[in-house]
Every structure is written in structure tokens, then in C-alpha cells.
């Protein structure tokens, strides 16, 4: 029989949780998520693309707009390592948080041609965590590791009954529960049962699989604790469009923020004695931008000149497509 432990108070304990095992499994055979495309690959760098488009966007969004573009763009670590930054910005457009583009590329000039399927080497490369480590690991080898997402923690949390934990607590509830055995069918009933029966706000516990040993099924809104709502700080931007000889003056971002997308010129004060020609207000995951654009004839701004008509071959945000569609430039 399996045994787990866990380390609870300086005490070791001993749970038995083949029953839970078997039960994730028998749920999994008939509601998981088969045909889902990384999951009809063993292939690291597939998986690896999908673990990074899947960090802070929705399974729904990633498969119908830009999991196969992208592949089908770079359908190999070596193709994304002889590209350059600016062509995989553009292949990575409307997926926000680019810096996990950034991160897709400078881990492919250092790991081509192939992606490292074992932890230790994975978690060396950039921008890969332990949780992304761990899942490309079990999905491409079927690897003994947990992985540990957003859904999987919640569910942690309701069964073990924690409202409040540390990283490395979780990390030691992951490893307890893990089916070593059978860790790839594990992990994905487990992520696919945190997205479609342990839910934030409606929880379907009549029909979870780990429900006969949850110990927070009876109040399961109790855990994890809710985090203190933070209000969304409003910054006001004036950017300048620069128009001269059907060529539009744009700037490229430096930094973690949106580095490497182009975008108009932005200035702190707006022009003395101009009037916005357009305004629009595009929210980020911590704050909301109020962003003010005018019209201005001026050569001595700093910047690159593009073409109009090829404004929608360089890798611009999603705020940049906003100002684009509102004045009449582009779809």
C-alpha cells in the first residue's frame, strides 16, 4: 500500500491515501480534459509553451487564439532561438505579460535545440518555477512531481483545511497528496477538477472525487482565507501622436513592463493648449491606465519612424491597439 506523510507540529504523520488516488483517477477517465492539444504531446517544448501561455490567462483564450498561431510561428526551441525578440513579441501580441515572451526566448538561446526535461535543469533556465518545472517534468516523462497551480492550491487548501499557508507548507501538502504512482494522470484530474468541481465561489463537493477525505468540504469558502480587496490605482498617460509623410513616430519599451513592444511617445505634462483627439482607458492587473492621446507637430521627439500601413507588423500591447482602432488606423 502507499503511504504519504507530512510534517505537521514537529510530528510525523501517516495518511493513507490510495482510496483518494484511485478515486482521482476513475474521475479523471471520465471527465478529464484528453483533448486539450498539450495533452496530446509528450513533446517538453509543446507543453512548455502551453505551462507558460496558461500562466495568468484562461485555457479557453490560450487554445482558441494563440496556442496553434504560435506553434505553427515557432514550432520548435531552435526556431524561437534563431528569431529575434521582436518577432516573438509579435507572435505573443494580445497575450499580455510579455515579459513571459521575453523569458520563452532568452530560455531557447540558452537551452536549444532541446528543452531539459528534469526539474533540476529546468528550474536553472529563466522564468521557469518550480511549478512550470514540475509540469513540463510529469506531462513530458511522467516525472513523481506535483504540480502546483492555481486551482490545485485551492483545492490543498479545502483539504487539508488551511486558510492560510506559507509557499513551502504548500509545496509539503503537494507532495503529500501526490500520486507517485500515477503522477501524470494525478496532476492533470487535479488541475482539471480545481477548474470544473473545487471552484472559488460555487464548489461542486457532491461530486469531487476527493470529497469521502476533505477535511474543509463542510465549509469549503472558508479556505483559503480571502485576501483584503486592493483598490486600482488610476495613472493618467498623455501620449503624442506624431504624424509626418503618412509615417507615425513610435518609441520601443525598455524594462520589465511591456519591454520590448513599441509604443507612441508619452510625456509627463500634457501639451500646453491642445485637447486630447482620443481617450482611452485600458486596465492592467494592478492598476488602470487613463491614457490621453494628442495630435503634435514636432520633429525634435525622440523615436522611430513607421510607416502606417505597417503599424500592425510590429509588436505593439493591447492598450497601443486600443489608440490604433480609436483613431481609425488598422481593423
Not at 505551462?51 to 479557453?60: A, F, R, S, Y
Not at 525578440?85 to 494580445?94: C, F, H, I, R
Not at 479545502?158 to 500520486?179: C, H, I, V
Request: charge should be positive; proline fraction near 5%.
Amino acid at each position: 500500500m502507499r503511504v504519504s506523510f507530512f510534517i505537521a507540529f514537529g510530528t510525523i504523520r501517516f495518511m493513507h491515501y490510495i482510496d483518494i488516488h484511485n478515486e482521482i483517477r476513475n474521475w479523471y477517465r471520465r471527465n478529464g480534459r484528453d483533448e486539450l492539444p498539450w495533452r496530446q504531446t509528450d513533446d517538453p517544448y509543446k507543453i512548455y509553451i502551453s505551462e507558460m501561455m496558461l500562466q495568468q490567462t484562461q485555457v479557453k483564450t490560450v487554445l482558441e487564439r494563440y496556442y496553434f498561431p504560435f506553434l505553427k510561428r515557432f514550432p520548435t526551441l531552435q526556431s524561437v532561438a534563431e528569431a529575434s525578440l521582436d518577432e516573438v513579441l509579435y507572435a505573443w501580441q494580445g497575450l499580455g505579460y510579455y515579459r513571459r515572451a521575453r523569458y520563452i526566448h532568452e530560455t531557447a538561446k540558452i537551452a536549444a535545440p532541446d528543452l531539459p526535461t528534469d526539474v533540476e535543469s529546468l528550474v536553472k533556465l529563466p522564468g521557469i518555477g518550480q511549478s512550470t518545472a514540475h509540469a513540463v517534468a510529469v506531462f513530458s516523462t511522467h516525472a513523481p512531481v506535483a504540480v502546483l497551480d492555481a486551482n490545485v492550491k485551492r483545492i490543498l487548501y479545502r483539504f487539508f483545511a488551511k486558510e492560510r499557508t506559507t509557499p513551502k507548507e504548500l509545496w509539503q501538502m503537494a507532495d503529500t497528496l501526490l500520486d507517485r504512482e500515477h503522477p501524470y494522470e494525478y496532476n492533470q484530474a487535479m488541475m482539471d477538477i480545481g477548474a470544473m468541481v473545487c471552484l472559488p465561489k460555487a464548489p461542486k463537493c457532491d461530486t469531487c472525487p476527493l470529497s469521502s477525505r476533505c477535511q474543509g468540504k463542510e465549509d469549503p469558502l472558508k479556505y483559503p482565507a480571502k485576501k483584503a480587496k486592493k483598490s486600482r490605482k488610476s495613472v493618467v498617460t498623455h501620449y503624442l501622436w506624431i504624424e509626418k509623410a503618412e509615417k507615425i513616430l513610435m518609441i520601443k519599451r525598455h524594462g520589465e513592463l511591456l519591454g520590448g513592444l513599441y509604443e507612441l511617445p508619452a510625456v509627463e505634462v500634457a501639451p500646453e493648449g491642445l485637447k486630447p483627439i482620443a481617450q482611452i482607458v485600458h486596465d492592467y492587473t494592478h492598476f488602470r491606465r487613463i491614457a490621453k492621446i494628442y495630435r503634435l507637430e514636432n520633429d525634435a521627439v525622440e523615436g522611430e519612424w513607421i510607416e502606417k500601413k505597417r503599424l500592425d507588423e510590429i509588436a505593439v500591447s493591447s492598450l497601443e491597439k486600443k489608440i490604433f482602432k480609436a483613431l481609425g488606423i488598422g481593423d
